[in-house]
Nanobody, 126 residues
Framework: QVQVVESGGRLVQAGDSLRLSCTASGRIFSNYALAWFRQAPGKEREFVGGISWSGINTYYTDSVKGRFTISRDNVQKWMALQMNSLKPEDTAVYYC???????????????????WGQGTLVTVSS
């Protein structure tokens, strides 16, 4: 089993940058595909971006493509979400998710992940 914990969320202004981190403990980190999801008030939890076990393959939802970047370190066991040019519509609780995988496939549905962090709040003021 693996445990993941998010951190880095805070109040920022539109146009600012922010870096979120997800640290892991437990089983071998490199055996897991990882993803970031977010949930705004009154909305369903949605996929933001994902990264394969190797770190070579990434995929992002259209609304963040070109602004957000995911990276990971399988030795120190962390994943980061670098967010640039933040918009008010990016305001949400951001979650780190993990699932066992050694394939290049990026999974985009919440039900496809079985390990979740507790979330970190990002608020972007206009």
């Amino acid at each position: 089993q693996v445990q993941v914990v998010e951190s880095g969320g805070r109040l920022v202004q539109a146009g600012d940058s922010l870096r979120l981190s997800c640290t892991a403990s437990g089983r071998i980190f490199s055996n897991y595909a990882l993803a970031w999801f977010r949930q705004a008030p009154g909305k369903e939890r949605e996929f933001v971006g994902g990264i394969s076990w190797s770190g070579i393959n990434t995929y992002y939802t259209d609304s963040v493509k070109g602004r957000f970047t995911i990276s990971r370190d399988n030795v120190q066991k962390w994943m980061a979400l670098q967010m640039n040019s933040l918009k008010p519509e990016d305001t949400a609780v951001y979650y780190c998710a993990a699932r066992e995988s050694l394939e290049r496939t990026i999974y985009t549905a919440t039900v496809q992940y079985n390990y979740w962090g507790q979330g970190t709040l990002v608020t972007v003021s206009s």
